[in-house]
């Protein structure tokens, strides 16, 4: 069977935004245009604008008394419609070639990189009050990446093909899952909220996909594009409706083949126990992938280089406020360099600016919203009065223009305290400080202290050390580091997904996730098919 070549793993090229530079320029007119537009943004269902008389205002979180627009909230009919239109589109969709449903993601992952790259970072800064750096990693280029690179997998997973013996044909046909794929996104990653949608509709299969509503400004602009690329008609079906609601229809619906879902470890169990619930009621065992909560950890040993563990503390636990799955939340510092580091994160954390995204010197925005800001605020209040924490730097919170934490970092004398063991999603980094002699309990504590295995760090110069760290948490994280920060996984480069209550670890960003969204086929075709039902076993002689 002629394979056609698999495109180039080629990264996309990260643009870096320096004063005086193009794009620049380009985000900060982008920016100007999205604010001055109050914008009605609908569901697509069927390839189709589907307006409602009920509307959600948005809002910056960094200036939440400012109107970017409304979205259309929809019902449950709405739900319904998006899942018939998706059965509609799916045999036409599923016999398609690859070629065919990659050109669709390739020129998508073309006009992302070139005619939106503004647009969708501007959305991102604007809608989930990320920095333009931030928003030029995710928007731009993971987006970018995740189009272009699972197409690469895609034919990969094409070309594992059974062997063929004389006489015969043997093929293995990777067909879509027979029913809807149901993907529902989280707020923190643009990349991650098309990715999700994106990867199984590749494959053959149409979705229903349902964002965070804190991330819609942006969502919409993924859905212009795959449009734009020419994805046809109810391949992919974008709803804006209450997650209850939803999830009656979805999850009672006898053709539901498959759930993609990143966010929190909660959400993703009560959903587990539905589908396990309902599960008399589905023609097919449902997939479920599922990426959720983490509380990584950094793990430094004496012999460290100290300046390295400095900024990838800072960079680790406070980019993007904190809200990524990934970001470091627990630190285990040794006590001959803790003063070195200590001094070393406060000078840092003194000079970092917060602020607006449309001041490009601010490193810290807002979190998303003020259910976030209240529920991190609990945790750094509960530390000012707790004998067994320390807040060493930060502390301070104000949402009176928009939902502003500063870098908080707390120490902790116990390390089972509970800002070591829960996960906060927000700017606050809990360090406990370890003798040195104690290093060999400290790798028990790492690993056994939080249901959650997603990222992790250690730092350490000993290559013998760094060994035996490894060992000892071999189980700890889907995603080690070593001598650098637990976060800014590159699609290809660090396929990203956790175990124990951090996921299923489907690694999105490699050929691992696109394999669940298939049900392979065997075909053998004998060319010289026996006539005579005996064997040569039964002759006499």
């Known amino acids: ?66 109107t970017l627009g409304y979205f259309c909230e929809g019902k449950g009919v709405h739900v319904s419609n998006a899942i018939s239109a998706a059965l509609h589109a799916k045999h036409s969709w599923a016999v398609k070639s690859l ?122 602009i993924i859905m212009k594009v795959l449009i734009e690329a020419g994805l046809p008609n109810g391949v992919i079906n974008l709803i804006y409706t209450d997650g209850p609601v939803t999830g009656d229809i979805i999850f009672q619906h006898r053709q539901f083949a498959g759930l993609h879902f990143t966010g929190s470890t909660a959400v993703f169990k009560q959903i587990s126990t539905t589908i396990h619930n309902n599960i008399d009621l589905y023609q097919n065992f449902p997939r479920i992938v599922g990426e959720t909560g983490g509380k990584d950890f950094v793990l430094a040993h004496a012999s460290c280089d100290v300046q390295a563990l400095s900024v990838a503390l800072v960079r680790g636990a406070f980019e993007y406020q904190g809200q990524k799955c990934s970001a470091a939340s627990r630190a285990y510092i040794p006590a001959s360099i803790w003063p070195s580091v200590r001094e070393h994160i406060v000078h840092m954390l003194d000079e970092i600016k917060m602020g607006t995204v449309e001041d490009f010197s601010n490193f810290i925005n807002a979190v998303i919203d003020e259910k976030a800001f209240d529920k991190i605020v609990r945790y750094i209040d509960a530390a000012k009065k707790d004998p067994e924490a320390s807040i060493i730097a930060g502390g301070k919170y104000d949402k009176s223009i928009g939902y502003f934490i500063e870098p908080t970092i707390i120490e902790a004398s ?25 290093w060999n309990q400290v790798l028990g504590i790492v690993d056994t202290t939080t249901p959650y295995a997603l990222t992790g760090s250690i730092f350490a110069a000993d290559s013998a050390i760094i060994e035996e760290a490894k060992k000892a948490l071999y189980y700890s994280a889907g995603n080690l580091y070593i001598n650098d920060k637990p976060t800014g996984a590159v699609v290809n480069q660090q396929p990203f997904g956790g175990a124990r209550l951090s996921g299923t670890n489907d690694k999105a960003g490699s050929v691992l996730n696109l394999l669940r969204w298939v049900s392979p086929l065997v075909v053998k075709e004998n060319l010289s098919p026996p006539h005579d039902y005996t064997y040569d076993f039964m002759k006499l002689q």
């Open 1 to 66: 069977m002629q394979m056609t070549i698999k495109p180039e793993k080629i990264n996309e090229t990260l643009l870096h935004y320096a004063p005086g530079s193009a794009e620049r320029s380009a985000v900060q007119q982008k920016i100007t245009e999205l604010k001055a537009a109050e914008v009605i943004i609908p569901m697509i269902i069927n390839g189709k604008e589907v307006f409602t008389d009920q509307h959600v205002r948005i809002a910056p979180p960094h200036e939440h008394a400012y």
């Open 99 to 220: 070629k065919e449903r990659a050109a669709v993601f390739l020129k998508a992952a073309d006009l992302i990189s070139t005619t939106y790259r503004a647009e969708i970072n501007a959305a991102t800064m604007l809608g989930q009050s990320k920095n333009v750096y931030q928003a030029e990693i995710d928007s731009a280029c993971e987006l970018i990446d995740f189009f272009r690179l699972n197409v690469a997998f895609a034919y990969e997973i094409e070309t594992i093909q059974p062997c063929s013996h004389e006489g015969i044909i043997n093929r293995m046909i990777y067909r879509p899952l027979e029913g809807f794929i149901f993907a529902l996104t989280p707020f923190n990653f643009t990349a991650i909220a098309g990715n999700l949608p994106a990867a199984p509709a590749l494959m053959g299969n149409t979705v229903v996909w349902k964002p965070a509503y804190t991330q819609i400004y942006s969502a919409r």
């Open 414 to 438: 116990n390390p089972q305290y509970v800002t070591m063991r829960e996960e906060i999603f927000g700017p606050v980094l809990t360090v406990y400080v370890y003798k040195d002699s104690e």
